[in-house]
């Protein structure tokens, strides 16, 4: 089965070099120089993955993963010239699943696209099995595993992929307490680097998808200096 994926970015050396090697692998590529070129191309052709520069001349590449999320659930990685973590933490909080920072090596970029399209595959297929396996339901929350639904007071939320596997995880494990490294390299399946605030910003997320208040939330609680839990 083809797996088709979007690249958009204005440089065409980074474009060609990054389908190059997506080619290698097998992958069928789709390139656009701006974001109105990949909105078009995502108005008739269907995709796994994308992976948006920031510095787009239309619009900016965080614009862009907003309005993709809006409607596509399919991971999106994003390419900055920036390393700060403000630029990395914008970008995971309006939807992005990863982010590599330019100049990159490419050999690391596939790995990554490989990672998020093993948990997007994970994701599809667990929505095809029969509901009902495994269903976590506790003061309003109803988290159902085998269709990968989510509600809350039987609002459905719309989480992403690494959304639901983060609550999943805190929540089949209540009561207790996971460490921001044990949450990633369960959920990413990556070794935990200090100073990473990818678990903290996904977290935030959620707790605003939830509707919770940051300083006494009532489902997912911060343990100062261990983690978070969810009672």
Known sequence: MEVHILVVDDEPEIAD????????????????????????????????????????PDKSGFDLCGELRREHRFPVLMLTAKSSDMDKITGLTIGADDYITKPFN??????RVKAQLR??????????????????????????????????YDKELNLTPIEF???WMLCSNRGQVISAERLFET???????????????HIRRLREKMGEPSRDPRFIKTVWGVGYKVD
């Open 17 to 56: 070099l990054v389908g190059v090697y997506l080619r290698s692998e097998g992958f069928v590529v789709h390139t656009c120089g701006t974001a109105q070129e990949a909105l078009d191309t995502l108005a008739h052709q269907s995709v796994d993955l994308a992976i948006l520069d920031v510095m787009l």
């Open 119 to 152: 948990r997007y595959t994970r994701y599809n297929s667990s929505q095809e099995k029969a509901p009902g396996s495994e269903v976590i339901d506790f003061n309003g929350l109803v988290i159902d595993r085998g269709t990968h639904q989510c509600t809350l």
């Open 106 to 111: 490419p050999l690391e970029l596939v790995a």
């Open 165 to 167: 596997d983060i609550l």
């Open 187 to 201: 959920v990413w399946g990556e070794k935990y680097l200090d100073r990473n605030n990818t678990v903290m910003v």
